[in-house]
């Protein structure tokens, strides 16, 4: 006890004594004058700690410091604390910080999930109304579908990825018109996407300027992903297995995943693991944003179970860093997804895949946007600079599925193509990456 209030102490002291980091807007707004917990969750390095401390350094316009506290408990110094221990905190930060009485006080608590019960004592000072709390973390059990009944709607989640590619022309200092596409903007934003599509959008890559140092960050995220954040985290003994696992599924990003070819896999090659222990590792991943997975569009939970899911990287760095080596359309499609998935949160909106039920071979559309009621948007993704380059399997597919679906907003993403169709009644448009990542179109 008397250890970790030292450790506090210590702590507090620090942050009280020194200067926030300056820290770059991302697209995300933050009801800032919400009384609900705000909840950051995201992978690891994907800028969380940075988001917190902008929305400090836009609090202190406003707000004095003495009334801000910000822990990290990725602090090796409270490794050892506990749920008891955290009672700690305020009366320390009033006595060290002598909070003006007039004022809110705003506590930011950065990666919390390392607490075990974290939440009893969040919701504890939640409900005493004193207090404006920011949580943050690198588990998706940070989200209040899977958080615990006592913090349950009482928190408001944003999600924080790497850098979008907007973001990223951002964090370049690089600027852009609508206008880009008829000016030498445009040549300037395809040769970013280019690197992009290297090196990803994790904010310390997309700031270094030495293309190995790139690579080098990219491979040590890597490594602490797999010991930390599933290995230790998950207490996984299979190390091996893990390792051969993650590397695996990041190989085929934008393709289907099949339990039962990576089972049978595996097993030809001498691992020993059991299909239920890769599913375990399917779902790890997906808690820490490592994968995610897409679902066929169906209203059938049977049907949606018998399909198999696509899977997705959370950053084409990692892939990049993984396999040395780029599919361009494959990419394109899984950076189309992770802005879509973005987009969906937003708007409450949910994004799969379709395919011809029962066929094996029957046509596809790569996403699928939808409410609870329609499809919104039916999307296809493909590598072209031209009409003539486009497949006609992608038009007659998003046909198919506009008409079994009664839909009508139909999109192709291409390379650097840009046009309209008209084709059985139905209205195709077809927008460049670059424009449709920007929201130029």
Sequence with gaps: MEGSKLAFRKVISEWLLASVPEAHKRNINVSMDSNKIITIIGPRR??????????????????????????????????????????????????????????????????????????KYIRRVYDTSKYKIFISGSSSKLLSREISTSLRGRNIEYTIMP??????????????????????????????????????????????????????????YY???????????FNISEVNVLDAFMKYSVSIYSKYFSISKIYNTFKSVGYKISKNKLLEFLYDSREIFFLFSLNIYTRSENKKMSYNKKIYSVDPGIIYALKNEMSITRLMKNIVFLELNHRCIENNLDVS???????????????????????????????????SEIDKREISALLSAAKYFEAHKLSIITWDFKGVIIENNEKIIFVPLWEWLLNLN
């Design 163 to 220: 850098l979008s590619f907007q973001e990223y022309l951002e964090f370049n200092r690089m600027e852009y018109s609508n206008l880009a596409g008829y000016t030498d903007q445009r040549g300037y934003i395809l040769s970013e996407l280019n690197n992009y599509f290297k090196y990803g959008g994790y904010p310390e890559v997309a700031l270094e300027k030495n293309d190995n140092n790139k690579l080098m960050i990219l491979k040590s």
């Design 353 to 387: 895949y379709w395919k011809e039920y029962g066929k094996a071979n029957g046509k596809e559309v790569d996403f699928v946007v939808s409410d609870s009621l329609k499809i919104v948007e039916l999307i296809q993704v493909t590598y072209a600079s031209d009409a």
């Design 46 to 119: 994907s800028g969380k700690t940075y988001f917190l401390y902008y929305l400090i350094n836009e609090l202190l316009k406003t707000e004095p410091k003495n009334n801000i506290l910000y822990i990290n408990f990725e602090d090796e110094r409270l490794m050892n604390v506990t749920i008891s221990d955290m009672d700690n905190i305020i009366p320390l930060f009033i006595e060290l910080a002598n909070p003006s009485k007039d004022k809110k006080i705003y506590l930011f608590f950065d990666e919390i999930q390392n607490i075990k019960f974290w939440e």
């Design 223 to 233: 490594n602490t992903i797999f010991s930390m954040d599933m290995a230790e985290h």
